[in-house]
C-alpha cells in the first residue's frame, strides 16, 4: 500500500471510493469503510505508511466481537 495520511483524506478521494465500500466516514485524523461484513479503520500514525489500519467486526447487535491489524 502507498503512503496514506487519514486527516488528509479529502471529498475527492471518497467520491473514488464510494462505489467499493457501502459507507465512508472521515473524522479528524481517521477513515472508516464500511465493507459490509466488517468496518476498515485506517488511523493517522507517523510511520512509513502514515496510517495504522484495522478490521473490524461486530455481530448482530453491534457488539465488537474480533479485530485484525492490518500487516
Do not use: C
Not at 500500500?1 to 462505489?19: C, D, R
Not at 473524522?27 to 478490521?55: C, M, Q
Amino acid at each position: 500500500m502507498s503512503y496514506f495520511k487519514p486527516s488528509s483524506y479529502q471529498i475527492e478521494n471518497a467520491l473514488k471510493e464510494v462505489t467499493r465500500y457501502d459507507g465512508i466516514f472521515v473524522g479528524d485524523n481517521y477513515v472508516t469503510k464500511d465493507h459490509g461484513n466488517y468496518i476498515e479503520v485506517n488511523i493517522d500514525a507517523d510511520n512509513s505508511n502514515g496510517h495504522v489500519s484495522y478490521d473490524l467486526y461486530f455481530d448482530d447487535s453491534g457488539k465488537l466481537i474480533d479485530w485484525k491489524k492490518h500487516r
